[in-house]
């Protein structure tokens, strides 16, 4: 299983980006899909979630300003950061909850990450 991300980059403060991740390989099914983020000197933080249903969960400090969406059928997950604040600056990492085709049950799956640099 394989969860490629794409999408980060410089931007300044009070701009947008679009962050996409891309899950691949032996899947039987997903579950959750979200992104996370890590900070330079920080544990990694949960950034949103989404069920396979649609139901989401957002960390306090992006509601309002960011927003979470999948698609299942392609194995997607979107999230659409607006109104990005220099303390959203950390990569972020892609998570997937997976069960794939080897039959040992739903195991965590992570991407590379994707550097995001808000500037003042």
């Known amino acids: 299983v394989q969860l490629v991300e794409s999408g980060g980059g410089l931007v300044q403060a009070g701009g947008s980006l679009r962050l996409s991740c891309a899950a691949s390989g032996s899947i039987l099914s997903i579950s959750a899909m979200g992104w996370y983020r890590q900070a330079p000197g920080k544990q990694r933080e949960l950034v949103a979630t989404?069920?396979?249903?649609?139901?989401?969960n957002f960390a306090d400090s992006v509601k309002g300003r960011f927003t979470i969406s999948r698609d299942n059928t392609k194995r997607t997950v979107l999230l659409q950061m607006n109104s990005l604040k220099p303390e959203d600056t950390a990569i972020y990492y892609c998570?997937?909850?997976?069960?794939?085709?080897?039959?040992?049950?739903?195991?965590?799956?992570w991407g590379q990450g994707t550097q995001v640099t808000v500037s003042s």
């Open positions: 998570n997937a909850y997976v069960r794939s085709l080897d039959g040992l049950g739903y195991r965590d799956y």
């Open positions: 989404i069920t396979s249903g649609g139901s989401t």
